[in-house]
């Protein structure tokens, strides 16, 4: 039986009596009728059953009139009138203009309609609660009515404006939060501060209207644009656009990669678009400029080419979503390369060649050309200085090399006095480097503490480090048991004897194919030709075993089916190591087929880049937008370290932002009282577009540490038209989790009249008296009626 017939039927006891005092005279009353009812059948000559059925139905229509001299009454609870909150928020986003097909209003036309103050849901929850009304896109907003509702917001901060509600709310019996959205957020991702998601448990109930028809109209999206940069040469940013499509199956559409004065670099089509299935374009750029760059991707359907030229022309939904914006960021260079070898080699000549036509790469080189003189050699009487700088022009002899010291040759554009200790012997000197590639040196050549800083240059800098495989690197070199040794990714130790492994030719191994700085060719299948093309080496240091955490990328392949490993990397703390045991790469270039091949260059290139790629410099920026806030801000974290790459706390930080519009906004940038050496600066971007920002760092002194670029871009109307079709599954998921359920819009009247038997924070009894209920005096009329019915039927008088 359903709870209305119990209700109605009143099976439940009632839970006082209005009139007690008439109990007594109502039991005398009952009995009496019930022995008359009783008698009155005892003389009828009719079957038992007949007489029992008529005097049971008489009995229960006498007991419930003589019932009613007593007034059962009953108690219910309801809400305590304006004693509960029930909010109204409603979403006044871009995308609510949208009108779904086969409809004649928008989906804001026919929310506004809904909302209006006069309407019977309105008035029934009023006479209830205290109604609150919200209207949001990115920010909150209190209003009286709904009557100036207009979406033009560019935003949709649901979680944002729900936790900002429940918060000011928090000490208020609140009964409910009536939300109309499409539920399409711009804040999902929000969490606080400590990383955690929103606990919707802590909410009141939430009673998402969901706007809007599952299907929408004609839509190309450009979902998502990221960018990455590779040390591939040939491509060195991937730009990766992420789309979808709706209503277009089996269309064809164009995608476009623009650069910021709008000029068209690149153009791809995809056929045969499925509906409701997401795709992906590749595009790969050689940016020719440095520092911050933007792009643009957009889309749009093969036969509708002049569309963002006369949009009126578009039979699309809308042209909002069809383009985005992707930022790379060019500006950590050039880097610094120090290149240490202990003679004059091939090597360093076509490394030092491919290198010079690098903008991004500097290049500084020790070439050793002479080793250090027995101390018992022969001096000049005026002079320390090697015989081999007797002629020197440097007449107080302040750049030469004495005769305990080796001769050094410094190749680069180097700073006056720069290097001229030979290698660096503190961690200033040192660390303004980037990398570090050591070749055919032994060991012998560092001192102690020198073998350390080269240690911590690596492991605590982040620098990058490689050995080439000279004859005197490696195990040759004695560098087994030494700090250089350990950062090395493989070991020195338990090195067997070998004859040589004869000419040998080089392989990719599974890991090698998937790096990008070690393929020369764009296909697998032409880096195969590439590898069989290569004239045969000679040259391999032997080597102990791998490291746990080393790579193999290459390994070599004699005619006896020997192989060995060629090229190993790891990671060694903050920074990365690689070791080329390969001693004649250089016959690469001399003994090749084609002398116009650039591809030992190009690998040269490609590989200084892997070393220096992810080098932290003393000035690191990092933009990030703050969700969890209402407003979305802009934070700009400024880490800054000092020449020892040791945390700088006292720094001059001055960040110079050009918005979109052109007029700069210089801020400062205040420290993290959580942690040493980063500073903080929160920018509001409120002008859609491209944002760039130049931070320049300096001593406490005043003198300058660095200048840094960064940029962000600030799309609202893109990311609020993400998708078309009401976010249901979510809504659905904030309901369940609040307590709460999905209304529809035209079942707004209903759910206010249930809303007062739900739970609800503050009530208050309320009494109500059975008798006054219709459906009990009519219930007794029907089973007197229906005893004079069967008597009748019957043929009883």
Not at 245 to 258: C, D, P
Not at 656 to 661: A, G, L, R, V, W
Not at 699 to 713: A, H, K, L, V
Request: with cysteine; charged share 25%.
């Amino acid at each position: 039986m359903s709870d209305w017939i119990r209700e109605q039927l009143f099976i439940e006891l009632p839970n006082s009596w209005g009139a007690p005092d008439w109990a007594i005279p109502a039991l005398i009353a009952g009995a009496l009728l019930f022995l008359l009812i009783l008698y009155s059948y005892r003389v009828i000559k009719a079957p038992l059953w007949l007489k029992s059925s008529c005097g049971i139905l008489k009995t229960f229509a006498i007991l419930l009139l003589v019932a009613t001299l007593v007034e059962p009454m009953r108690s219910d609870l309801k809400p305590t009138p304006g004693a509960n909150v029930v909010v109204i928020l409603a979403d006044q986003s871009q995308s609510l203009q949208l009108t779904d097909p086969g409809q004649s209003s928008s989906r804001a036309e026919i929310l506004k309609a809904s909302l209006n103050r006069d309407q019977a849901w309105q008035v029934r929850l009023a006479q209830d609660f205290e109604v609150r009304r919200y209207q949001f896109d990115s920010q909150l907003s209190g209003v009286t009515d709904f009557d100036d509702y207009t979406a033009e917001g560019e935003g949709s901060s649901i979680v944002s404006s729900l936790n900002s509600v429940a918060e000011r709310y928090r000490n208020r019996p609140t009964a409910g939060m009536l939300l109309f959205t499409d539920g399409n957020a711009t804040d999902l991702s929000a969490i606080d501060f400590s990383g955690n998601e929103t606990d919707w448990s802590q909410f009141p109930p939430v009673y998402p209207v969901v706007l809007g028809e599952e299907k929408s109209g004609k839509d190309i999206s450009v979902r998502r644009v990221t960018a990455s940069q590779t040390n591939f040469e040939a491509a060195p940013v991937t730009i990766m656009a992420e789309l979808s499509a709706a209503g277009v199956g089996g269309e064809s559409v164009v995608i476009e990669l623009l650069d910021e004065k709008s000029n068209v670099l690149k153009t791809e089509t995809v056929t045969d678009v499925q509906n409701d299935q997401s795709f992906a374009v590749r595009f790969q750029v050689k940016p020719e400029q440095r520092g911050v760059l933007f792009y643009q991707v957009r889309a749009y359907r093969k036969n509708e080419v002049d569309i963002f030229e006369k949009p009126e022309k578009s039979t699309e939904a809308t042209l909002l979503n069809n383009s985005r914006l992707v930022m790379v960021n060019r500006g950590q260079g050039p880097y610094k390369i120090l290149y240490v070898s202990g003679r004059p080699n091939w090597e360093f000549k076509f490394l030092n060649r491919a290198l010079a036509g690098d903008d991004e790469i500097i290049l500084h080189a020790l070439v050793r050309i002479a080793k250090r003189e027995p101390k018992f050699q022969f001096r000049e009487k005026d002079s320390d200085a090697n015989r081999i700088f007797t002629n020197t022009d440097d007449e107080k002899k302040e750049q030469v090399e004495r005769y305990d010291e080796p001769v050094l040759l410094r190749v680069g554009k180097l700073n006056r006095g720069e290097l001229s200790g030979g290698f660096p012997k503190t961690r200033e000197e040192l660390y303004e480097y980037d990398a570090v590639i050591l070749d055919d040196l032994e060991a012998e050549f560092f001192t102690q503490d020198q073998k350390t800083l080269l240690q911590d240059f690596v492991s605590q800098r982040g620098g990058g480090f490689m050995m080439l495989g000279g004859m005197e690197s490696f195990v040759e070199g004695e560098y087994h048991r030494t700090p250089i040794g350990e950062i090395l990714p493989v070991y020195l130790s338990g090195v067997k004897q070998s004859s040589g492994y004869g000419e040998f030719k080089l392989e990719l191994t599974r890991e090698g194919k998937l790096e990008p700085w070690i393929r020369v060719r764009s296909t697998e299948q032409e880096e195969q030709i590439r590898l069989s093309e290569m004239p045969l080496l000679q040259t391999l240091n032997p080597v102990g075993a791998l490291k746990p955490a080393a790579s193999p990328l290459t390994i070599i392949q004699n005619t006896l089916d020997e192989s060995g490993p060629a090229l190993v990397t790891q990671r060694y703390g903050k920074g990365r190591t690689c070791a080329l045991m390969i001693g004649d790469l250089w016959r690469w270039k001399l003994y090749q087929e084609t002398p116009d091949n650039e591809d030992l260059e190009k690998v040269w290139r490609q590989t200084a880049r892997w070393l220096v790629g992810e080098v932290p410099q003393r000035v690191q920026v990092n933009s990030t937008r703050k969700l969890n806030n209402a407003v979305h801000p802009i934070e700009i974290a400024i880490n800054v370290n000092d020449e020892t790459f040791l945390p700088l706390d006292n720094a001059d930080i001055k960040v110079e932002i050009t918005p979109p519009d052109g007029e700069k906004v210089t801020l400062i940038a205040s420290p993290d009282e959580a942690f040493s050496g980063k500073y903080i600066s929160n920018f509001v971007s409120r002008t859609p577009g491209i944002y760039r920002a130049k931070v320049k760092a300096s001593n406490p002194d005043g003198s300058e540490i660095s200048q840094t670029e960064t940029g962000w871009i600030s799309e609202p109307v893109t990311d609020e038209f993400l998708s078309l079709n009401p976010n249901r599954e979510f809504l659905e998921t904030i309901a369940a989790k609040t307590g709460g359920e999905i209304v529809s819009l035209n079942a707004l009247e209903e759910f206010v009249r249930s809303l007062p038997d739900r739970e609800i924070p503050v009530v208050e009894p309320e009494i109500h008296s059975i008798w006054h209920k219709w459906s009990i005096f009519l219930l007794a009329v029907g089973l007197l009626v229906s005893e004079w019915g069967l008597r009748r039927w019957k043929g009883l008088a």
